[in-house]
């Protein structure tokens, strides 16, 4: 069937909109009809070429759409459902059968290598191969096929043009506290940088009733909606003396931390800034080759825990639901994250995602 989609052909390019060819489904796969999607960091950075994505590639990997037709195989959704659409995991090693997904032994190859494990594709260009398959999704194209572990059944009385994130940076976010830090109610907080995965955990830490939420980034907008959406405490780290500041809050230092940034900088302050036994989640992305440091000679008198978070450690097919509930019910609003672009606007929509001009620009079809 023709389809259109946004199409990375090259290091740094614009995606170019493009009609393609995409095949039937193949047995164990779902071919949705995109109704938005997600525009991601990791997007950005594969963009890049800091992983080897096969190029031309489709990108995108925070899809919601309806379900066209199954393929072989396929029992979980029927054509009609709603789903939002997630990572890839193999079901098989050790870490997916233990509850753990997120750290799949063949977590790089099945989401960065843009074709299937047999090195196959669905799409064309004039008989062309395209890269498919990108996080399992390829999710920048009207339809995709995607297989079944990445499907998601949602509730259809939640719109769809907002739950495409939920797949990806709102999880990962989230997931990391919830999860990950699982911090006790009136233990404090604190989320350093506040983009669409920092805000996420911040709504988590607000769900779990820490009483101490402090937010730290360098744009003061930001820090408002961080306000606005449960911190107790906000620190501008260019004119604070940001690890001096949380102490004090804190009377000594944070029970617990999330660095969404993935700057080495930020890493060690996220460190220095943690109290007695306190624990701290990493979830930014940072390039290959990025070191961060820590004085292992006080640090190990804290007793502090570092955990490095992939995804949220979830299991999308129970957290996303979770978190769709949370929304029913007024306790989670991520929506208030999101920037709505049309499709067509796509390379806008990363543009002001580089620029944070939006936290979480959201494409629909």
């Not at 064309?124 to 999710?139: I, L, T």
């Not at 825990?305 to 509930?325: A, M, N, R, W, Y």
Request: proline letters at 6%; glycine letters at 10%.
């Amino acid at each position: 069937m023709k389809v259109t989609a946004a199409v990375a052909t090259g290091k740094g390019s614009p995606l170019t909109i493009k009609d393609l060819e995409l095949e039937d489904p193949r047995p164990g796969e779902v071919q949705v009809r995109m109704v938005a999607s997600g525009v991601c960091h990791t997007d950005a950075s594969v963009r890049e070429e800091w992983y080897p994505t096969l190029m031309p590639a489709v990108l995108g990997h925070e899809g919601a759409g309806v379900v066209e037709r199954t393929g072989p195989g396929v029992t979980s959704v029927a054509p009609g459902d709603h789903v939002v659409l997630s990572y890839s995991s193999c079901g098989g090693c050790a870490s997916c059968v233990s509850g753990h997904p997120a750290y799949c032994a063949q977590f790089f190859p099945l989401n960065f290598f843009s074709h299937r494990p047999d090195g196959s594709v669905s799409f064309s260009d004039h008989g062309k191969p395209v890269g498919s398959h990108f996080f399992g999704q390829s999710a920048f194209s009207t339809v995709s096929n995607v297989p079944e572990r990445n499907v998601i059944k949602v509730p259809t009385s939640v719109p769809l043009e907002l739950l495409g994130p939920i797949g990806c940076s709102v999880q990962t976010g989230a997931g990391a506290v919830l999860n990950v830090l699982a911090p006790e109610a009136g233990s404090s907080i604190v989320i350093f940088g506040t983009g669409a995965v920092g805000m996420s955990a911040l709504l988590a830490a607000k769900v779990a009733n820490t009483s101490t939420i402090i937010a730290v980034d360098v744009i003061d907008e930001r820090l408002i909606l961080a306000k606005e959406l449960g911190a107790t405490h906000v620190i501008n780290a260019l004119t604070e003396d940001t690890v001096a500041r949380i102490k004090e809050i804190t009377e000594g230092g944070v029970d617990y931390a999330v660095d969404s940034t993935g700057n080495k900088a930020v890493f060690r302050n996220m460190i220095d800034a943690l109290g007695t036994r306190g624990h701290a989640a990493l979830v930014g992305l940072a390039s290959p080759g990025t070191e961060g440091t820590i004085d292992i000679g006080t640090t190990i008198l804290t007793g502090a825990k570092i955990s490095l978070v992939i995804e949220g450690d979830t299991v999308p097919q129970t957290f996303i639901p979770k978190l769709v509930s949370l929304y029913q019910d007024g306790r989670f609003p991520f929506d208030k994250l999101i920037t709505s672009y049309p499709f067509s606007d796509i390379n806008t929509a990363f543009e002001h995602a580089r620029t944070g001009t939006a936290l979480k620009p959201v494409v629909v079809f």
